[in-house]
């Protein structure tokens, strides 16, 4: 059973950075694509980044580009989302997901097999 868990979420302020963590659990983990993906309330989940399997491709929404870095170690089976210049727009519940097939990398949630329990992050101005 592939579980996938969340954290390093949390309140700060505009401008500011978090790092976020997703420790996956229940097979291989540098087989399989990651992805960051965040709902804000009232709106639909959306694809923030994704990296490929060894780690050596990464894919961002503009809204993340030149601020967000996704990365992993596939070592210690985690991915990270380091988040830079927050600003209130950012606030949402972030998800950690991964993909069912070897190929695939998650940059749509329909590309997503597995997902985290999601983490809260807000940016106050």
């Known amino acids: 059973q592939v579980q996938l868990v969340e954290s390093g979420g949390g309140l700060v302020q505009a401008g500011g950075s978090l790092r976020l963590s997703c420790a996956a659990s229940g097979r291989t983990f540098s087989n399989y694509a990651m992805g960051w993906f965040r709902q804000a309330p009232g709106k639909e989940r959306e694809f923030v980044a994704a990296?490929?399997?060894?780690?050596?491709?990464?894919y961002y929404a503009d809204s993340a580009k030149g601020r967000f870095t996704i990365s992993r170690d596939n070592a210690k089976n985690t991915v990270y989302l380091q988040m830079n210049r927050l600003n209130p727009e950012d606030t949402a519940i972030y998800y950690c997901?991964?993909?069912?097939?070897?190929?695939?990398?998650?940059?749509?949630?329909?590309?997503?097999?597995?997902w985290g329990q999601g983490t809260q992050v807000t940016v106050s101005s």
């Open positions: 990296i490929n399997r060894s780690g050596g491709s990464t």
């Open positions: 997901g991964t993909t069912r097939s070897f190929i695939v990398v998650p940059t749509t949630t329909q590309g997503v097999g597995y």
